[in-house]
């Protein structure tokens, strides 16, 4: 796949969304893109390892932790399901652990920090629900683009 999101932003204009730089790169696959699937859980990662237990088609799991610093929602466990899944990526809205072991993983992880704690495991949360943080609204369904340069959501498959 072979995509530029400056080049989505020059040609797409106001048609797509452009996520603020907040978030950092974790995974060995720097450029990655697919439908968003969304969960939103606070301080739980138990609803993660379900979806990402599923076949992920090349889809991206888009992860809304409200921000959360005090645990990680993916590690290196979660992580490497992703790619033997395949999934394109996990954008996490929150933290991750096992960075070291993230790094050597032929999948797209973005997140605001690592941190060593561990999350909850009670389930709780919500998914296939449009979540919206880094000033983008990310909907089921539509695709995200991630590179060096950034984060793009839009309604449709730009590349088709």
Not at 15 to 22: F, H, I
Not at 78 to 89: D, K, R
């Amino acid at each position: 796949m072979t995509f530029s999101t400056a080049d989505l932003c020059d040609a797409f204009g106001d048609a797509v969304q452009t996520a603020a730089p907040l978030l950092r790169e974790f995974g060995a696959a720097g450029r990655f893109a697919g439908p968003i699937v969304t969960v939103q859980v606070r301080d739980d990662n138990a609803l993660v390892r379900e979806v990402l237990e599923t076949s992920g088609r090349g889809r991206v799991l888009v992860v809304d932790g409200g921000g959360s610093t005090r645990c990680a929602l993916v590690g290196g466990r979660l992580a490497q399901l992703a790619l033997t899944n395949g999934w394109a990526g996990v954008v996490v809205h929150g933290c991750v652990r096992d960075s070291a072991e993230i790094a050597t993983l032929a999948v797209g992880v973005r997140a605001l920090a690592a941190v060593p704690r561990k999350s909850g495991k009670t389930g709780a949360g919500k998914k296939d629900v449009a979540v919206e943080f880094a000033g983008v609204t990310f909907t089921p369904g539509h695709w995200l683009y991630a590179d060096g340069d950034g984060i793009v959501v839009a309604a449709r498959d730009l590349l088709r």
